[in-house]
């Protein structure tokens, strides 16, 4: 990838985090995070070039446990700990010297999709967020995976999750499940989605170091998972990507958070949880930067011109 981008590294909690720095010229930054399980290149690295090449700095990171994050266990996602990796980021960002502290845009996929909404809620400070194809409802998202599961695995991937929490107690190392994989197989994601995973992601084994499991325990917690309540306290302006054929993070719980949200907007697009990197990643990405353009950039000029005429 041909971008201009830089190692830094930063502490979250006891641990160091890592992530791309992609230095910008407008003073915009978009920070940015995978799915679950999903490392910084291959889950934000072709919308990172894009918003670079906008003139946006990006600050893509590893959530601690995966990737070049430090943390032990490997593999392991625990909410709170994740969110506080965000904080943390943001920190980051926003004392990063070409980086006007008041645009810093947060976004995310699927889970970090999910995690972008709860914290828009929390920090008042920024400038908007983009939530595509997110993890609002994870009751409603396991419910509906368990249609795509036969009952005898649904069983055993259960039995595997309940054997790595207790596990985790007495130190052991995490049972890891993969994260996508056909229905009848124990992973993380069966539905028709998952088939897509791969050339969505990592097309032609791109990204040969990222490990595509996650502790067995982690992906049955998503399950208990519901930051779309928190829609109703969003202020930022807010992007919600919504994919009408998505049959993993579904596409009715992230209408609803555009629905109750008070500065929403919302995009939809054909295709399955992974089509923005598919198909859809031409529309996806130019509303995208369309909502940057007028939110981030453009909404604070006209705010300082109107509070200058006032005075």
């Known amino acids: 990838m041909s971008i201009e981008r830089k190692k830094i590294h930063f502490t979250s909690g006891d641990t160091e985090c890592v992530a791309w720095h992609h230095p910008g010229r407008n003073g915009g930054c978009v920070i940015m995070a995978g799915a679950i399980a999903v490392t910084k290149e291959p889950g934000t690295d072709r919308f990172a070039a894009r918003f670079h090449d906008a003139g946006y700095t990006v600050l893509a ?93 649904l069983l055993r991937f259960t039995g595997r999750a309940v054997l790595d929490a207790v596990g985790a107690v007495f130190g052991r190392a995490p049972r890891l499940v993969p994260l996508a994989g056909r ?66 993070a579904l596409a009715a719980p992230a209408l609803r958070v555009a629905e109750l949200a008070p500065d929403a907007e919302v995009v939809r697009l054909p295709g399955g949880h992974y089509a923005t990197y598919l198909d859809e990643f031409e529309p996806a990405v130019a509303a995208e930067l369309s909502f940057l353009r007028r939110r981030v950039l453009e909404a604070p000029q006209q705010v300082r011109e109107s509070g200058s005429a006032a005075t």
């Open 61 to 153: 990171f590893d959530y601690r446990h995966l990737g070049e994050s430090g943390g032990q266990p490997r593999q392991v996602v625990r909410i709170g700990e994740q969110l506080a990796d965000w904080r943390a980021a943001i920190e980051v960002a926003a004392g990063l010297p070409e980086v006007d502290p008041a645009r810093l845009v947060l976004w995310g996929h699927s889970l970090s999709g999910g995690h972008v909404l709860q914290l828009a809620a929390q920090h008042t400070d920024l400038a908007a967020v983009i939530a595509q194809s997110p993890h609002a409802d994870g009751q409603a998202i396991s419910r509906n995976a368990s249609r795509h599961q036969r009952p005898r695995t």
């Open 183 to 248: 229905p009848g197989t124990v992973a993380a994601l069966t539905t028709p989605d998952a088939a897509d995973m791969a050339r969505a992601l990592d097309p032609g084994n791109r990204y040969p170091d990222w490990q595509q499991a996650v502790a067995a325990r982690s992906a049955a917690r998503t399950g208990f998972y519901r930051p779309g309540r928190f829609a109703e306290r969003i202020r930022c302006p807010l992007l919600v990507i919504a994919c009408d054929q998505d049959r993993s």
